[in-house]
């Protein structure tokens, strides 16, 4: 049974820190491409950061803020955020795929994952 169960999120100040972590269940755990989505309501889904193939995706926005790591003993992908700004405000999704080699960097379309979490809500206000 594939199971992606998020925890973390909730209310914080602009400058502020969370730090989201996505359980993942062993077999789910093997897809080789895991990372963080997050989504606003009227806009599409997008990568925020993603790790597979040796490699590592930030969205622009989030570079030098946010830090995305693995705890391969407990099958938990963490997203520590720190220097949160209003814009950060979205739900944030854990997913994982088995997919091809990407080279240089990772598939950062939503459409290219179909495991995915529940999501969590992080929200940045002052």
């Known amino acids: 049974h594939e199971q992606l169960v998020e925890s973390g999120g909730g209310s914080v100040q602009p400058g502020g820190s969370l730090t989201l972590s996505c359980e993942v269940s062993a077999n789910t755990y093997s897809r080789n491409y895991i990372g963080w989505f997050r989504q606003v309501p009227g806009k599409e889904r997008e990568g925020v950061a993603i790790i597979g193939g040796g490699r590592t995706y930030y969205v622009d926005s989030v570079k030098g803020r946010f830090t995305i790591s693995q705890d391969n003993a407990k099958n938990t992908l963490n997203l520590q955020m720190n220097s949160l700004k209003l814009e950060d405000t979205a739900m944030y999704y854990c997913?994982?795929?088995?997919?091809?080699?990407?080279?240089?960097?990772?598939?950062?379309?939503?459409?290219?994952?179909?495991?995915w979490g529940q999501g969590t809500q992080v929200t940045v206000s002052s």
């Open positions: 997913a994982a795929e088995r997919l091809p080699w990407y080279g240089d960097s990772c598939p950062r379309s939503g459409n290219e994952y179909n495991y």
